[in-house]
């Protein structure tokens, strides 16, 4: 099971950048998928989440109404779209997965020790 998120890079605050996370060796139909970001010296942090049915989603009230997240299955890739970035915004972003019913986890989410599945991370930088 292998995952890997891409699509980090330099933006300038108020700009946008999406993340990718894709499955290889395996099926993404069954994982609820998030995305978490940890900037240096601070925990890391749940910022979106989506189910393995893409009906139920997760947000970070830090990231609500700038982020997205969505899934295609069938290219095995979750993506995180950002928009209107800022420098706060600026970790290392990672994807996880966690196979299970949402609704069993569903209060715990954005909390990384249940994820069992973790890609590499990807850097995103907001400059002001």
């Known amino acids: 099971v292998q995952l890997q998120a891409s699509g980090g890079g330099l933006v300038q605050s108020g700009g946008s950048l999406r993340l990718s996370c894709t499955a290889s060796g395996f099926t993404l139909d069954y994982y609820n998928i998030g995305w978490f970001r940890q900037a240096p010296g601070k925990e890391r942090e749940g910022v979106s989440c989506i189910s393995n049915s893409g009906g139920d989603t997760y947000y970070a009230d830090s990231v609500k109404g700038r982020f997205t997240i969505s899934r295609d299955n069938a290219k095995r890739t979750v993506y995180l779209q950002m928009n209107n970035l800022k420098p706060e915004d600026t970790a290392v972003y990672y994807c996880?997965?966690?196979?299970?019913?949402?609704?069993?986890?569903?209060?715990?989410?954005?909390?990384?020790?249940?994820?069992?599945?973790w890609g590499q991370g990807t850097q995103v930088t907001v400059s002001s």
């Open positions: 996880a997965g966690k196979i299970g019913s949402w609704k069993i986890y569903s209060t715990e989410v954005s909390q990384a020790k249940i994820y069992n599945y």
